[in-house]
């Protein structure tokens, strides 16, 4: 495997094996934060396609600045945020839901009604996350389903430490508020 500089400087020579290497090295990581906005595999995937498609563009613009993967969550945050505002506007044009992919589940469940009940609370953390503020939900994303450390998500988001720690703290706030009364009884 390359060393990210030369595979930078690869793909700024054009070189069409270095991007199938960004491909293969960064793939699931673009994927799996992309994932974590739009919880439809279809749109992950489009939204994949379109962040490997512009780092393929604009890799001349990329100074070093930061590495590899923060520069690639940086695309992806950003574009799926932008996706997120269309399909918004987009619903409140048509006054209905835009129709998505097919869900995909996280663990293994052995049964139908487990099967069920997985996807239910999937989608009921998807809908309380996408209720809170922009900010709150890319630190929590990039939390939570990607892995992130504090001080990554700080480069990624371009902000303070300190400011990421503040938003995820309030975004596990307001989740917890809006999800109290689906686990207690």
Known sequence: MQAPGELIHALQQGDEKAYATLVKTYGQMVYSTAFGFFNNRTDAEDLTQEVFLEAFH?????????????WLYRITVNKSINQLKK???????????IPGGERTMWGH???PD???ENLERRHILHTAMDTLPELQKTAFILHKYDGLPYKEIAQVMNTSLSSVESLIH???????KKLIHYYTT
Do not use: P
């Open 58 to 70: 604009s890799i001349n613009k990329f100074r070093g600045d930061s590495s590899v993967s923060t």
């Open 170 to 176: 309030r975004a596990k706030i307001n989740l917890q």
């Open 114 to 116: 487990a099967i069920s």
């Open 87 to 97: 399909n918004k506007k987009r619903e409140q044009l048509s006054g209905s839901l």
């Open 109 to 111: 469940a052995k049964s």
